[in-house]
Every structure is written in C-alpha cells, then in structure tokens.
C-alpha cells in the first residue's frame, strides 16, 4: 500500500504563484505514474496533471496548460506541481494520486492510491 501525503497548499492572491508536494511512501517510485487532481465543493473530481515514468511525458487539462508544471523527483520520492498565475477559479482542494498503470494518465478511476488532499484557496 502507498502512502501519499500532500503538503504546500494555502491562501494566495490571484496572480500568485504556489507550489504543491506529494511525499510518496514507496521505495520503487520510479516505477508509477503519478497525477494531480482537484475538487470543489459539489463538483467531481476533475485532472489536472499526470507525469509518467519518464519525466519528460507530461500531460495537462486545457485549464492549466501553460500555468502548472508538473515534475518528479524520484530520488526523493517526491511529486510537485508548480502553480503559475492563479486565479479564482483555480481554488479546490488538489489530490496526488499514482498507479502503476503506465501514463500519463487522465482518468480518476485508473488511479489506485491517493492522498488526503491539501487546499489550494487563491482569494484577495
């Protein structure tokens, strides 16, 4: 069972910029495909950003394309997603989430581990 605990999250202003982390509890990291999701209240859980084993196969939701960055540190364990610009809308409350299916990934339902989320709130 991997463990995936998210950290990073807070307030920031619309404009701002916020970086979110994803400790993994696995020593054989490299091998999953990793993903960030969000959710608002009332609304499903929607994609945001999947990273493959390769570092550089990285895919996006059109809503974030050009603003996050999603990367990997396997030697840490660690999974990122660098928040440019943010606005209003971008306010949920954001998931990692892995697999050992190979990716990047889109789909909710083809990840098996996730973490207990951490709340992204852009506001002035």
């Known amino acids: 069972q991997v463990q995936l605990v998210e950290s990073g999250g807070g307030l920031v202003q619309p404009g701002g910029s916020l970086t979110l982390s994803c400790e993994a509890s696995t020593r054989i990291f490299i091998l999953y495909t990793m993903g960030w999701f969000r959710q608002t209240p009332g609304k499903e859980r929607e994609f945001v950003a999947a990273?493959?084993?390769?570092?550089?196969?990285?895919d996006y939701s059109d809503s974030v394309k050009g603003r996050f960055t999603i990367s990997r540190d396997n030697a840490k364990s660690t999974l990122h997603l660098h928040m440019n610009s943010l606005q209003s809308e971008d306010t949920a409350v954001y998931y990692c989430?892995?697999?050992?299916?190979?990716?990047?990934?889109?789909?909710?339902?083809?990840?098996?581990?996730w973490g207990q989320g951490t709340q992204v709130t852009v506001s002035s």
């Open positions: 990273i493959g084993t390769n570092l550089y196969i990285t």
């Open positions: 989430a892995a697999t050992l299916r190979p990716g990047p990934r889109r789909g909710e339902n083809e990840y098996d581990h």
